[in-house]
Each structure stands twice: as structure tokens, then as C-alpha cells.
């Protein structure tokens, strides 16, 4: 299914105060439901806003995958704004925050998006490792626990279990 345009509106932009941000949402059909992806871009200063929301929230879920194959690598995910990700193999626990948006990829992609992020920091046999998995060099597991339901990772191999959240 193609991604429905629900939304298509000029606002004020927030950086040059224009009257040029062309703000355009969609709704996309996801295995697990609907994404609202957002695609704004002001036509004057050329600032960007892009996210991917949930657009309903389901059951609390932990998704797994072993990560052995090039074609697991090449497997797209969706993790969701409130989505953390594990990989125990690679010492890599990301937690959403306050200002994290959703993101749309492939599994290499989320790793090149920890590697980027991490900067100058990432030297060492940390970073080596990453690297190593993203060229498929190293098996790995690549786990999504999250809250609302709405991450996926297109892969038949997929396990779908409730979280391991901590109780409160």
C-alpha cells in the first residue's frame, strides 16, 4: 500500500518566520499498523522536519531477530519514537528520549545511524565491532522493546514476545 497524503498545509516557518513551510503528512500501512510520516521543508531557509509517529498504539512488544545474513541486514525496520534497542553482542542499548523521532531504515542503516552519532567517540573495538556487523562480518542480536506496539522489523525470522520491562 502506497503512503496516504492526510495532510498538505503552508505554515509559518519556525527559523525565518516565513510563510514558506510546505508541511505534508502521510499515512503508511505497517505490519504491525498505521505510521504517520511527516515530511516538512520550509521553501525559503530550507529547514527540514522529518518524523514517524504512530498513528495508533497497540500491545507493549519486544521484537528479536538473530542477525546472521546479509539479507537480515538488508531487513527494514521501524522503530518507533518510544522504541529501546538492544544488541548485546555490540554493548549498544539506545533509549528513546524526549526529543527522539521515529525512524524508517535497515537494520545497517540503524547501525550507520549509532556509528554517526557517536562521532569522535567511536574509536576502539567498540566502534570495530559496529563496523564489523554492518558488513556482515559478525552475528548479532537486534532486540526492540516498545511500549506502544507500533515497531516492526520485515524479517519471517522475527520472534514476537511481550517486553522484559522492569516492573515499577
Known sequence: ??????????????VCGNESLQAKDYVYETPTG???LSNWECETCHFRYRDVKPYETGSPTRLELLVSTDGDLSSVVYRSAFASLIIPELGVEVQPGSSYQGLVST??????????????????????????????????????????????????????????????
Do not use: H, W
Open 107 to 168: 537494520i545497517r542503516g540503524v547501525l550507520e545511524v549509532i556509528v554517526d552519532n557517536l562521532g569522535t567517540m567511536c574509536r576502539g573495538k567498540k566502534c570495530g565491532k559496529i563496523r564489523d556487523a554492518m558488513e556482515g562480518k559478525v552475528t548479532f542480536t537486534f532486540i526492540l522493546e516498545d511500549p506502544s506496539g507500533t515497531s516492526f522489523i520485515k524479517n519471517e525470522k522475527v520472534k514476537v514476545t511481550q517486553p522484559l520491562y522492569p516492573s515499577q
Open 1 to 14: 500500500m502506497e503512503p496516504q497524503l492526510i495532510m498538505d498545509e503552508r505554515f509559518k516557518c519556525p
Open 34 to 36: 498505521k505510521v504517520i
